[in-house]
């Protein structure tokens, strides 16, 4: 690397990261320890060997011009998708979601693949810019994000397909896409999933049975009302054509919203698996299953909350040591911290993810090349979902759907894919002034 290109580099957010990085060993290796004070597990070494080899990724990255992926874009996203079907066709099951293995060595492929979609999703929404506010320009967007969306869907993970969301809607703002297709988009989505979780909501949680709720789950009864909102639709975006009233523009908008949320909802209750609807419900009320499905989120509650303002002290937890929260090197790592480290090692974190935002939102602000502007709004979408999804699910405030904490959580392919994302913005932020 230059000289000139490593005093450029942003080192408050690069030492963020590392600093975030170092914490998730620390408390994978106290996830490994037993309540006899045993190590049990050598998560920790492989965490380390991860945390160097993305650290000099993310610095060869930022040594090289971003610009040099522009051309290469279709095929690294093309390249990702065929990695996504590889491990549908050929990939083991691991905790719930499949890898693809070669001997020892495994990885996930959709950890790959949100950055892939970043960089494809950037390089079409640069090549589009004198489009700026066209509807084909979002209808593309959106499919360019929904086909490796899907494709994680089917694995199945849910948590990490649904980064796919945030990521287009973010990207899209900062394109300067309409707001109105970013709503649109975004509240058929939440309506989807609400419509999604009623019936399960009304069969698991009240008292009293709604059976109206159940006629979602009915294929003839979704099928007629989706038939009857085209018709609305094609009436009112008629009007519209004919009478160029808005309150038909309107119309059309809104019913159309509540045709596909119907048909997105319908749809994913045939993909999801029984536990991972239960866990987008159980945050509601964890005791509806306290052995079970809001098993994690109370024993991740009673961890951070036992915490107190200092923690009981680092290898001091008693929660992690008695193995009482499952995956707790991974999703819920917070939850390790918290207790050990307290309300204060909690606010140390949230200040270093927000240094990392803060500085990525400023490297867009300043890059006077779109294309590095995109890349980083990307990242930006993906980390901040992660985190508040994250750390929301440790506190019982957001529904568990097994996405990892970045930087900290233990896993090679999340901690690295993440250090190519950070590389990619230094690399950007060296370069802010070039075009």
């Known amino acids: 690397m230059q000289l000139r290109n490593f005093l450029g580099i942003d080192f408050i957010l690069l030492f963020s990261t590392l600093i975030l990085a170092a914490f998730g060993i620390l408390f994978i290796y106290s996830s490994g320890i037993t309540s006899e004070g045993l190590l049990i597990s050598n998560e920790y070494q492989r965490q380390i060997i991860w945390a160097i080899l993305g650290l000099v990724l993310a610095l060869i990255i930022a040594s090289l011009n971003y610009r040099r992926i522009y051309d290469l874009a279709v095929y690294i996203y093309l390249g990702t998708l065929v990695l996504l079907l590889a491990t ?19 990885f996930q492929a959709s950890e790959f693949a949100k950055v892939a979609t970043i960089i494809f999703l950037a390089w079409y929404l640069d090549s589009t810019k004198r489009n700026q506010k066209t509807l084909s320009r979002f209808i593309v967007s959106s499919i360019i994000a929904i086909i490796p969306m899907v494709m994680v869907l089917l694995q199945p993970d849910l948590g990490t397909a649904l980064v796919f969301i945030p990521i287009l809607l973010g990207m899209t703002y900062v394109a300067g896409v309409s707001p109105r297709y970013i709503i649109f988009f975004g509240l ?4 989807g ?14 008292s009293n049975s709604i059976p109206a709720l159940m006629l979602l789950t009915n294929p003839r009864f979704v099928a007629l009302c989706f038939v009857i909102l085209c018709v609305i639709t094609a009436i009112s975006a008629l009007g519209f054509f004919r009478y160029q009233r808005r309150y038909f523009y309107w119309i059309c908008y809104c019913v159309l919203i509540l045709n596909i949320s119907l048909l997105a909802s319908f749809v994913t209750q045939k993909f999801l698996r029984q536990y991972q609807m239960m866990r987008l419900i159980v945050f509601i009320n964890p005791n509806i299953d306290p052995r079970g499905s809001g098993w994690q989120i109370i024993q991740s509650i009673t961890a951070i909350g036992s915490g107190g303002a200092l ?15 499952p995956e707790q090197s991974t999703d819920f790592i917070f939850s390790i911290l918290a207790e050990e480290w307290g309300f204060f090692g909690g606010v140390i974190v949230f200040a270093l993810f927000l240094i990392i935002l803060f500085r990525l939102t400023r490297i867009i602000r300043m890059s006077t090349d779109t294309f590095g502007s995109y890349i980083v709004a990307g990242l930006v979408s993906m980390y901040s979902f992660h985190f508040f999804v994250n750390v929301g699910m440790t506190m019982g405030i957001m529904p ?6 970045m930087f900290l959580s233990y896993g ?4 690295i894919s993440s250090m190519i994302g950070i590389g990619l913005a230094l690399s950007v932020h060296v370069r802010r002034f070039l075009h």
């Open 412 to 415: 090679g392919s999340a901690l």
């Open 88 to 106: 549908y066709i050929f990939g083991r099951v691991i905790h719930g979601t499949r890898w693809i293995r070669i001997g020892s060595f495994g």
């Open 193 to 206: 999933g609400i419509l999604m979780l009623l019936p399960l909501w009304q069969t698991s949680i009240m």
């Open 311 to 325: 923690g009981k002290g680092f290898l001091q937890g008693t929660q992690s040591h008695y193995r009482y929260l």
């Open 400 to 405: 568990i759907t097994g996405i990892p904490l």
């Open 188 to 191: 058929s989505i939440i309506l």
